[in-house]
């Protein structure tokens, strides 16, 4: 049995499950008051858009020119990453706004893909989708080349919970009208969709939220993998992933999108630009 020391208090590690509450809740009692770590500032939602871009780039996101990202705005125009510019060098000033009712640029300087219908289309028949992803991330689009969903074997991959779904079909190239409807139909209601022979698309209501979600699909599909390979996975219970996800969907995880905020800043502020 290991005890844990402080200058106050002492605790000791759980033996049981039952003990596990009270054990972490000791830990956070001695944390009171104090922050999770440095602030950091304020961003505008343009900003926001063009952080999580270099976040996800960093974590796979980064098929050269493929992928958009769609946050609505509360006057029900949307800003969208620009077509011709990588994730890792896309900038506030970059963003574009458009109007996806009437398919037009309202704002930006450069261009947006066609292949936003597939967010339009979300938005338009979901409430709830106010951040939608779509790009071909390393290891997701291994499953989606296979037809398959990654099994859940570790705990990160639980964060996006249960509501995974695979669209298997795949018309060619930038989505159509018709791939969009079909594959919005597909989502359902669910966080994320792996789309046969293509990439991934992930949708939520909240910044963290979108940021987690992305970030577990792709843990996902890069721990079954290698777990696969190695051997025989146990996988995780219904019941573990489905608490996982509504612990995230409500509390997320506090300090992680923060914590990858000043990751960002440390390495290239110019996103703030
Ligand atoms: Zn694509």
């Given at each position: 049995m290991t005890a844990v020391q402080t200058d106050s208090t002492e605790t000791t590690a759980p033996e049981t499950k039952a003990d596990m509450g009270a054990y972490q809740n000791a830990w956070y009692r001695q944390a009171e008051g104090r922050p999770l770590g440095?602030?950091?500032?304020?961003?505008?939602?343009?900003?926001?858009?063009?952080?999580?871009?270099?976040?996800?780039f960093r974590e796979g996101y980064d098929d050269m020119l493929a992928g958009h990202?769609?946050?609505?705005?509360?006057?029900?125009?949307?800003?969208?990453?620009?077509?011709?510019?990588?994730?890792?060098?896309?900038?506030?000033?970059?963003?574009?706004?458009?109007?996806?009712?009437?398919?037009?640029?309202?704002?930006?300087?450069?261009?947006?893909?066609?292949?936003?219908?597939?967010?339009?289309?979300?938005?338009?028949?979901?409430?709830?989708?106010?951040?939608?992803?779509?790009?071909?991330?390393?290891?997701?689009?291994?499953w989606a080349a296979v037809h398959r969903l990654p099994g859940v074997f570790e705990q990160t991959s639980a964060l996006i919970g249960p509501d995974v779904v695979l669209y298997d079909e795949y018309l060619g190239g930038a989505a159509t009208q018709l791939d969009s409807e079909a594959a919005i139909a597909a989502l359902g209601d669910a966080a994320a969709a792996i789309l046969a022979n293509h990439g991934v698309f992930v949708v939520a209501r909240g910044l963290p939220q979108v940021y987690m979600r992305c970030v577990s699909l792709e843990t996902r599909a890069r721990v079954a993998w290698a777990a696969l390979a190695v051997g025989e996975p146990v996988p995780l219970s219904d019941q573990v992933v489905s608490f996982a996800g509504l612990t995230m969907d409500r509390a997320g995880w506090p300090g992680a999108f923060e914590a990858m905020v000043r990751r960002e800043l440390r390495h290239n502020p110019s996103f703030l630009d």
């Open positions: 440095p602030p950091i500032p304020g961003l505008s939602p343009e900003q926001e858009i063009a952080v999580l871009a270099r976040i996800l990202i769609s946050y609505k705005q509360p006057d029900g125009t949307f800003l969208v990453t620009p077509y011709g510019l990588t994730w890792d060098e896309v900038t506030a000033s970059d963003i574009m706004r458009v109007d996806f009712e009437t398919e037009t640029v309202l704002d930006g300087k450069w261009t947006v893909t066609p292949a936003i219908a597939l967010h339009a289309r979300a938005h338009a028949v979901r409430d709830d989708v106010v951040w939608a992803v779509h790009n071909h991330p390393k290891w997701a689009t291994v």
